[in-house]
């Protein structure tokens, strides 16, 4: 997916409408507690002001019904955003309507204007295959699209964390803007280079690692990596639908029954692709999903009454000399409840084990959601080759799905 970056053409004297991921984690006083979307916005954000482009950002924050609520406002997004570009960045109380253009008409080059949160409106959320068979829906889409594509001359995408959903402001937008420049900003170039290259042309032992809670979230990346890793390692509590599958005892543990015919059809996919698939060999179980809860390591059979939190000791080492032992590591979804003490070894073993390969030159790629939560809280981030910033996208994007806002933008 060859697509023209932002750096491909003139922004200077234009007004730029870019859609970022500014989905930032909020406390209850509406604090952000991670800037960390924000600042990897900056290099595109950047580049747009130094060309001398006016700037026009928009985003979503949470998971507003479709009207304004003051909890999920971008405005403590505008004040992070002015400290970090060292300059005021104009916030418009809506995100359309007479504010927003005349905020946008205003607005210089160099100088840039964050909309308020695309959601406060349903028609950004209106799913395309509905808008398709509803005239009505479709004109809504279509109208709230075109207000938001008046205001600017060039489009840039760089919302990665979205980027498998056809929203209107990542999909009807652009169609609406046809004819103008529509473009990839940095941090989208980045996560599509990493994914796709590693997913085209692998150094091998590829490995992949998939944890979490169901099997039914992760069939797709199964059916499509069997035929592109050597090794799929799996911990969490899909885990054990896979191990019921195989006739073991899996007590009280999270297991989806009307999936366990299918996990035994993605093993026997494996096995027939040459792709070794590595199941815990015993567990740290516990009667209660509670913190510091009495719990036990047993091996591959849990008796009633317990259920399994995380690998056990020997799956740590099984799991971490599988993956010190690749090239290419990609890695989706926590061991076990990581979230909790004593249940958070295995996700750690895990974690430093990527980090250890990367240091010998492999390359890793997280993606995105708990895996990310996890590395950061260990504070290894600079250990790890790349971390996606969209844990839906990325796992989509390994399924091989096609990502229709990108598909329609400019072709280098």
């Given amino acids: 997916m060859a697509k023209k970056t932002v750096a491909d053409v003139n922004v200077k004297g234009k007004k730029v409408l870019m859609r970022c991921d500014f989905n930032v984690p909020l406390d209850e006083n509406r604090n952000i507690t991670s800037d960390d979307r924000i600042v990897k916005a900056l290099p595109t954000i950047k580049h747009i002001l130094k060309k001398g482009g006016a700037l026009i950002l928009m985003s979503h924050l949470g ?3 479709g009207v304004p609520e003051d909890a999920f406002s971008l405005r403590p997004v505008a004040e992070r955003l002015s400290e970090l570009l060292g300059q005021e960045v104009v916030f418009a109380a809506d995100c359309v309507g007479p504010d927003a253009k005349a905020k ?13 949160n695309v959601r406060f409106y349903k028609e950004e959320t209106i799913k395309d295959k509905a808008a398709k068979e509803d005239a009505q829906l479709r004109q809504a889409k279509d109208n709230f699209a075109k207000e938001l594509a008046s205001m600017a001359d060039v489009y840039v995408d760089d919302a990665f964390g979205t980027a498998h959903r056809d929203n209107a402001s990542m999909y009807t937008v652009p169609m609406v803007m046809a004819g103008k420049p529509r473009v990839i900003g940095f941090l989208i ?17 590829f490995v992949a690692i998939l944890g979490g809670a169901k099997v039914s979230d992760k069939i797709g990346v199964i059916e499509n990596l069997t035929s592109k890793v050597n090794a ?19 007590g009280n543990s999270l297991c989806e029954d009307d999936f366990l ?34 719990n036990k390591v047993v091996g591959e059979n849990i008796d009633a009454g317990w259920l399994g939190l995380d690998i056990g000791p020997k799956s740590r080492t099984l799991f971490a ?14 061991m076990g409840v990581f979230e909790m003490e004593p249940f958070d070894a295995g996700t750690k073993a895990v974690a430093l084990a990527v980090a250890e390969a990367t240091d010998k030159g492999a390359k890793s790629i997280i993606g995105g959601g708990d895996s990310a939560s996890a590395v ?11 971390i996606s910033t969209g844990g839906g996208a990325s796992l989509e994007f390994l399924e091989g799905k096609k990502f229709v806002c990108l598909e329609i933008l400019d072709e280098k």
């Fill in 321 to 334: 000399k599988k993956v010190k032992g690749a090239k290419t590591i990609v890695w989706n979804g926590p």
């Fill in 232 to 250: 799929i390692v799996i911990g969490g509590a899909m885990a054990y639908t896979f191990l019921k599958s195989q006739g073991k005892q899996v």
């Fill in 63 to 65: 998971r507003p019904k």
């Fill in 189 to 205: 170039e980045k996560e599509l280079k990493f994914l796709g290259d590693t997913l085209k042309n692998p150094e091998r032992p």
């Fill in 261 to 294: 015919d299918k996990a035994t059809q993605l093993l026997e996919q494996a096995k027939e692709a040459g792709c070794e698939v590595v199941l815990p060999v015993d567990s740290v179980v516990a009667q209660e999903v509670k913190a510091g809860a009495a």
């Fill in 104 to 116: 946008a008409k205003a607005l210089k080059p160099g100088q840039c204007l964050l909309l308020e």
């Fill in 376 to 386: 950061a809280k260990l504070g290894l981030e600079d250990r790890i080759s790349h």
